[in-house]
Every structure is written in C-alpha cells, then in structure tokens.
C-alpha cells in the first residue's frame, strides 16, 4: 500500500487549507483512514481518524475546525482544515489500519499557518 499525501503549503492564521492522500496498491475494505501531525520538537499526534463506514474521532485541539472524509471508490481520505492557528503548523501524515494491525504511511506534507 502506498500513500502520497498533498495540499500543504503556507496559509496565514484564520484561513483554510485541504490535504488529500490518495491510497494506492492493495487496498481492502474494513480500513480506517486517519491524518496525524507532528510539529518541530513534539511528538506525532492524532489529528482525526475516519472508519471505513464514516464514523469519524478528532482530537480536542481541532474539533469543530477541521473536517476528515473519505472517498472509497476513489481511495483517497481528505482533510479540511478551517480557522488554522499559528499551533496548527505541523507535518501532517496520513495513514490507513486494517484490524490485523497492519498500518501504511504516507511521506508528509508541510503546513506552515504564520502571518
């Protein structure tokens, strides 16, 4: 399974950004799908995680600003990030669990949130 997540950039604090990672090769049914971030410094972090059937969990830090989805025809999980803060700049990573235990990562794409 390969990852290849995009859609990072440079954003000034109170604007958007979506991220997109599209999955590829042996892709099964039953996945969850999920975004994770880490900042210079800190520890990589959950951000949201999305079920295969849409049943979604964010951490508290981005709750009611960021939206995950998914599209399983397409393999691809997306992140809407809305009224991002200084504290939201981070890599951010997607990745894809099976039940077996099996994770798959993607390389990272760079949100940088400054004025």
């Known amino acids: 399974v390969q990852l290849q997540a995009s859609g990072g950039g440079l954003v000034q604090p109170g604007g958007s950004l979506r991220l997109s990672c599209a999955a590829s090769?042996?892709?099964?049914?039953?996945?969850?799908m999920a975004w994770h971030r880490q900042a210079p410094g800190k520890q990589r972090e959950l951000v949201a995680r999305?079920?295969?059937?849409?049943?979604?969990i964010y951490a508290d830090s981005v709750k009611g600003r960021f939206t995950i989805s998914r599209d399983n025809t397409k393999n691809r999980v997306y992140l809407q990030m809305n009224s991002l803060k200084p504290e939201d700049t981070a890599v951010y990573y997607c990745?894809?669990?099976?039940?077996?235990?099996?994770?798959?990562w993607g390389q990272g794409t760079l949100v940088t949130v400054s004025s």
């Open positions: 990745n894809v669990n099976y039940p077996n235990g099996a994770a798959y």
């Open positions: 999305i079920a295969y059937g849409g049943t979604t």
């Open positions: 090769g042996n892709i099964f049914s039953d996945n969850s």
